[in-house]
T-cell receptor, first 110, second 113 residues
Framework: DGGITQSPKYLFRKEGQNVTLSCEQN?????MYWYRQDPGQGLRLIYY???????QKGDIAEGYSVSREKKESFPLTVTSAQKNPTAFYLC?????????FGPGTRLLVL | DQQVKQNSPSLSVQEGRISILNCDYT??????FLWYKKYPAEGPTFLIS???IKDKNEDGRFTVFLNKSAKHLSLHIVPSQPGDSAVYFC????????????WGAGTKLIIKP
């Protein structure tokens, strides 16, 4: 059963804390993406990776970091430098022109 | 600079009727357009796409129309069903952008019984 998984579904962050969101895919896709969605807005690109060991900043990369050590995995770290981290985070992988999404992680600040 | 615009935040349609969702874009370099459906607290689900070399693409109840001269595309859902109630996003990509997608803000579709 191929797909994209994200964990956890809900994540709570304390002030000054870094948190890492997991994204795994078994679709054998090379490219992976991280988006952020805020209420009433479209998706905004945080980081993307076209291939293992390579990634590029998207439109709103400040306060975030990523790694791409394996084809299947593209974790996103929300650092303490991200001053407004509360949002719904979506991971996607791409086949040709189409991106396919995981179920999302909602990050809340305590 | 909002390159992809969905000007209707919401749309209400009677069950069984046609739903028409609209999307406008400003960048003539976009060559591929996609529609996604999203339920609350879930990831978007890919619905249908269209290349700029076509003006229509159909998949079951869903049809996407592209008018390049007007920089406008629309998604038609016929007949509309209660399960179609969701937020619909339009997205566009350029060939020189590593397939990055530019997203509209979404239109919330409500199907009334």
């Amino acid at each position: 059963d191929g797909g994209i998984t994200q964990s956890p579904k809900y994540l709570f962050r304390k002030e000054g804390q870094n948190v890492t969101l997991s994204c795994e895919q078994n679709l054998n896709h090379d490219a992976m993406y991280w988006y952020r969605q805020d209420p009433g807005q479209g998706l905004r690109l945080i980081y993307y990776s076209q291939i293992v060991n390579d990634f590029q900043k998207g439109d709103i990369a400040e306060g975030y970091s990523v790694s791409r050590e394996k084809k299947e995995s593209f974790p996103l770290t929300v650092t303490s430098a991200q001053k407004n981290p509360t949002a719904f985070y979506l991971c996607a992988s791409r086949q040709e022109e189409t991106q396919y999404f995981g179920p999302g992680t909602r990050l809340l600040v305590l | 600079d909002q390159q992809v615009k969905q000007n209707s935040p919401s749309l209400s349609v009677q069950e069984g009727r046609i739903s028409i969702l609209n999307c406008d874009y400003t960048n003539s370099m976009f060559d591929y357009f996609l529609w996604y459906k999203k339920y609350p607290a879930e990831g978007p689900t890919f619905l249908i796409s269209i290349s700029s070399i076509k003006d229509k693409n159909e998949d079951g109840r869903f049809t996407v129309f592209l008018n390049k001269s007007a920089k406008h595309l629309s998604l038609h859902i016929v007949p509309s069903q209660p399960g179609d109630s969701a937020v619909y996003f339009c997205a566009a990509s350029r060939p020189d952008s590593n397939y990055q997608l530019i997203w509209g803000a979404g239109t919330k579709l409500i199907i009334k019984p």
